[in-house]
């Protein structure tokens, strides 16, 4: 056969077959670790977590950040400002080197004097990101006002950025 005289191909050859026959080398399912057969025929004291029962919602996702808005003082036809605040939770703190940022959906009722809001036009701290929004009312009221804000929170091992975070409030105008 032409795999004796080449040393490098029987040596393949060997390996092939060797592997094929480790490959179907199997415990049988019934020949179980003695660990696992004591595991199997104890009876399970603990419950499934939550999540994992019928019907259960999932566990929630631990808060990371608050959003508060203080709406201001507004009188139609005079300019206004409202606050939007973003502080950390406990272990946590701003992200000061990602692009935060502020965009407001078009008001009616309102002028807004700027509806993109970028890191630089932010008060930011490790502490806290606070956008002030000055407007003006057209007249007497409820004025509803709404936009999407991105921003990012870290702790020792990892950041989060949050994206598309949906802030809405309304001014009662005099």
């Known amino acids: ?33 003695p660990e696992a057969k004591a595991a199997e025929a104890a009876p399970s004291t603990a419950t499934p977590p939550p999540a994992a029962k019928k019907g259960a919602a999932p566990a929630p996702v631990a808060q990371t950040y608050k959003i508060r808005i203080t709406p201001g003082e507004a009188a139609a036809g005079q300019q206004a400002t409202s606050v939007i605040e973003v502080t950390p939770m406990p272990g946590y703190k ?29 008060e ?27 921003f990012s929170v870290c ?11 949906k802030v809405a409030w309304q001014v009662a105008v005099r």
Do not use: Q, Y
């Open 124 to 150: 930011l701290s490790e502490e806290m990101l606070r956008f002030e929004i000055p407007f003006t009312a057209a007249a007497a009221g409820k004025l509803d006002l709404s936009g999407m804000a991105d």
């Open 1 to 33: 056969m032409m795999f004796r005289s080449n040393p490098f191909l029987s040596v393949a050859w060997a390996l092939l077959v060797g592997g094929l026959a480790l490959a179907g080398c199997e415990k049988p399912a019934d020949e179980a670790p």
């Open 94 to 122: 701003m992200n000061k080197d990602f692009p935060s940022r502020l965009a407001l959906d078009p008001a009616e009722g309102a002028t807004l004097t700027k509806t993109a809001f970028e890191k630089g036009d932010a």
């Open 155 to 165: 702790n020792e091992n990892a950041c989060k950025l949050i994206r598309d975070e």
